[in-house]
C-alpha cells in the first residue's frame, strides 16, 4: 500500500477545507487537514485511480479543486526455481518474469560467467567460466519502477561433480561371484 501526502492550500474565506474522494481509503487524521494522509484501500487499488478533491469552507465562491491518483499494482518479479545438476554444466538457462510494470530487469550474480544476449534481459543464458564455483547465486531486479519499490527474487544452481563409481573387492578368485 502507499499513502498519498496531500498538500492543499485554500486561499480567502477561513482558509479552511474539506477533502473527499470518490475512493474507499481514509484521510488521516482527518478529511479536514489540509495536508492530511490518504491511504487507499481495496477497492482504489482495484480501480487503479482514485480522484482526491478539496473543497473550501465559508469561501464567496466555493471553487474546489482535485487531483488524480494513479495506482500502480506492486511488481513482482519471479526467477525460476532453483537447480540441481550433475556434471560439466556449462550454461544456464535464466528465465524471469514480472507481473507488471516495470518490464526491465537485471541479472546478477558473483560469478564471473557472461550473460547472452545480456544481463538485462528476462530470458537470458549465463554461460559459465571455468572458475565458477559449484554453487550459483543469481539475483533478477526491477528496473524502471518509477514511484515503485525495487523488487528482486533469487535462484541458485547447484552443480556436482560428475558421478564416478568407485569401488573394488580384493580376495576375488578368477570365474567366481564378487558382491559389493
Known sequence: MFNSTNNGIVK???????WTSNGDGTFNPNDSTLDAMYTPRIQDVINGTVQL???PFNACTPTADSIVVTITPASKVDAVNDVIVCGGLLKVNLVGSINTIPVDALWTTIGIGTFTPHDSSLVASYI???IDGDTLRFVVTTSGNG???VVTDTMFVYRNA??????????VCFGLAVQF
Not at 480567502?12 to 474539506?18: I, M, R, S
Not at 560428475?162 to 580376495?171: M, S
Request: charged letters at 10%; a negative charge; glycine letters at 16%.
Open 12 to 18: 480567502g474565506g477561513t482558509g479552511e477545507g474539506v
Open 53 to 55: 478533491t478539496l473543497a
Open 128 to 130: 559459465l567460466n571455468v
Open 147 to 149: 514511484n515503485c519499490n
Open 162 to 171: 560428475v558421478p564416478l563409481a568407485d569401488f573394488y573387492a580384493t580376495n
